[in-house]
């Protein structure tokens, strides 16, 4: 099992759950976070801290959700490993709330 950073995370990019991580799983891309799932030890302390919810386990992904689980694992592949909090997406307040974001996903 792994968790997964869903469709939440776009254009808010929020990194608390980044400090938190013991084994720097996080991978950042422009505007989304993802996880590497060969990295992931599946503690659970990223999901309790990422202010919009963005982060599920594997088991629990709804099912709109479920692209995400391969999203992670191929844009990990490509994108470099964040191990510090940085700032937010600039206008991650006014985003944080819309749901439909996957067509804003920054590849």
């Known amino acids: ?13 929020y990194t608390e ?7 720097d799983c996080f991978h950042e891309g422009p505007n989304i976070l993802v996880i590497d799932p060969e990295e992931c030890i599946d503690c659970a302390m990223c999901e309790t801290e990422c202010p919009v919810n963005a982060i599920v386990s594997e088991d629990d992904l709804p099912e709109p ?18 191990t ?21 996903l920054e590849e």
């Open 1 to 13: 099992m792994t968790f997964v950073v869903t469709e939440s995370c776009i254009n808010c990019k």
């Open 17 to 23: 759950c980044v400090e938190v991580c013991p084994v």
């Open 84 to 104: 510090c909090m940085k700032p937010a997406c600039k206008d991650a307040e006014k985003w944080k709330s819309i749901e439909s974001k996957r067509h804003l």
């Open 65 to 82: 959700q479920l692209e995400f689980l391969t999203l992670n694992e191929q844009l990990a592949r490509k994108w470099p490993v964040i």
